[in-house]
């Protein structure tokens, strides 16, 4: 079935670095990226969209500058969490919609647990 | 805007016991339906989803759930749960054809199971 491959599954970061997390799909062709964070027992909150070849798309409340979002490919999609503070310590997850408008499901990544100290 | 609610924070049963978790919706049109689990520091699981045809949609792990158009339900049931299916289940609405493809997710329950 299909794959979204997500790395690293955790990390730990000292304040004021940048955090990269890949997100690939490993036997479908990905053009959208739906990028989660969830806090501790808490519900999955979206942040950005990211389509292939254009910017992505953030939602309400979320920094673009702290963000990065790059989808270069058609398979890979990657979150950069920049000038990291504790605050940004969360789980993140991401999932790739399959067939239009999802109508053959959405494919999660295993998420990235990060730990900011 | 689209919403889910699941009532149930927490929901506690013992082992064995039949299990229904709550889902209600918000949405224009019919939308795409789906069940979520989760273990815990893990990612989703897809349990089942419904996105038209008969109502009643079996899923892995011996779960179905039922879309109820007049209520604007779509809860999960199994029969006899196992001490294994402790986790955090989250249900999920995502749109019918031509809408954007975000899913929006309630804020889950967590189920506990005794022995």
């Known amino acids: 079935g299909a794959v979204v491959s997500q790395h690293p599954s955790w990390v730990i970061c000292k304040s004021g670095t940048s955090v990269k997390i890949e997100c690939r799909s490993l036997?479908?062709?990905?053009?959208?990226m739906f990028w989660y964070r969830q806090f501790p027992k808490q519900s999955l909150m979206l942040m950005a969209t990211?389509?292939?070849?254009?910017?992505?798309?953030?939602e309400q409340g979320v920094e673009k500058d702290k963000f990065l979002i790059n989808h270069a490919s058609l398979t890979l999609s990657t979150l950069t969490v920049t000038s990291a503070h504790p605050e940004d310590s969360s789980f993140y997850i991401c999932?790739?919609?399959?067939?239009?408008?999802?109508?053959?499901?959405?494919?999660f990544g295993s998420g990235t647990r990060l730990t900011v100290v | 805007a689209q919403s889910v609610t699941q009532p149930d924070i927490h929901i506690t049963v013992s082992e064995g016991a039949s299990l229904e978790l709550r889902c209600n919706y918000s949405?224009?049109?019919?939308?795409?339906l789906f069940w979520y689990v989760q273990s815990p520091g893990q990612g989703l699981q897809l349990l089942l989803k419904y996105f038209s045809g008969d109502t009643l949609v079996q899923g892995i792990k011996g779960f179905e759930a039922e879309f109820k158009r007049s209520q604007s339900s779509f809860n999960l049931r199994k029969p006899s749960v196992h001490w294994s299916d402790a986790a955090e289940y989250f249900c999920?609405?995502?749109?019918?054809?031509?809408?954007?493809?975000?899913?929006?997710f309630g804020k889950g329950t967590k189920l506990t199971v005794n022995p």
């Open positions: 949405y224009g049109a019919t939308p795409y």
């Open positions: 990211s389509n292939e070849g254009s910017k992505a798309t953030y």
């Open positions: 999920a609405v995502g749109p019918a054809q031509g809408g954007s493809e975000k899913l929006v």
């Open positions: 036997d479908f062709q990905a053009t959208t």
């Open positions: 999932s790739a919609p399959r067939g239009g408008a999802g109508a053959q499901g959405y494919t």
